[in-house]
């Protein structure tokens, strides 16, 4: 696509469900970042995940949180047993493989945790 | 010490004025230096494109790089309306790695 596509763009969910946040990064970009972004907090690194290698997982705030990224394109983060803390805005990115090409986000997935 | 330093604002400018908008940083090794302009409940849009110290201009939007002081700025020229949005500073190291600043809330005043 032209673009980093997320889905759902919103989702109000009960606290203690499961949500599963999608990302499909642009076309042939093979690094993909999830950040999370609280309101007036700047971007806060959850996830990295270039071509084959093992994914950068030092940003997940608990074992609540999980991400994969299947046939090194879409990727799903998913949140198990949803707190209100983790309402925010859930940012997906990418780049090319190469170091020096900078990253390009998508609309973001609002989630509200009631 | 965060490794990107930017004021949070809110800053407020009326229509035609200048706007400064800058970061701080403390790690010499970052290469790369980005601006991302943020509307509200919208992603972060890349707004200018840096690469080691210097100017770059693109219309009214002007990033510049000083590595030896570690500070970049980003000027608009000309402000609009349609400039009132977040804007985020990001730098990069080698190996696909950014960091970011808290962002920067501006208000142009029509």
């Known amino acids: 696509g032209a673009g980093v596509s997320q889905s759902p763009s919103n989702k109000v969910t009960e606290k203690g469900k499961d949500v599963e946040l999608r990302c499909d990064p642009i076309?042939?970009?093979?690094?993909l970042y999830w950040y999370r972004q609280s309101l007036g907090q700047g971007l806060e690194f959850l996830i990295y995940?270039?071509?084959?290698?093992?994914?950068?997982k030092s940003g997940l705030p608990s074992d609540r949180f999980s991400a994969e990224r299947t046939g090194g394109s879409v990727s799903t983060l998913t949140i198990q047993r949803t707190q209100q803390e983790d309402s925010a805005v859930y940012l997906c990115?990418?780049?090319?493989?190469?170091?020096?090409?900078?990253?390009?986000f998508g609309e973001g997935s609002w989630l509200t945790v009631v | 010490q965060k490794e990107v330093e930017q004021d949070p604002g809110p800053l407020s400018v009326p229509e035609g004025a200048i706007v400064s908008l800058n970061c701080t940083y403390s790690?010499?090794?970052?290469?790369?230096f980005m601006w991302y302009r943020q509307y509200s409940r919208k992603g972060p849009e890349l707004l200018m494109y840096?690469?080691?110290?210097g100017n770059k201009e693109d219309g009214r939007f002007t990033a510049q790089v000083d590595k030896s002081s570690k500070y970049i700025s980003l000027f608009i020229r000309d402000s609009q309306p349609s400039d009132s949005a977040t804007y985020l500073c990001?730098?990069?190291?080698?190996?696909?790695?950014?960091?970011f600043g808290t962002g920067t809330s501006l208000t142009v005043i029509p």
């Open positions: 990115a990418s780049s090319f493989q190469f170091s020096g090409n900078t990253i390009y």
């Open positions: 076309s042939g970009h093979t690094a």
């Open positions: 995940f270039q071509g084959n290698s093992a994914p950068d």
């Open positions: 790690n010499s090794a970052f290469q790369y």
């Open positions: 840096t690469y080691s110290s």
């Open positions: 990001a730098m990069g190291l080698t190996g696909n790695q950014f960091y």
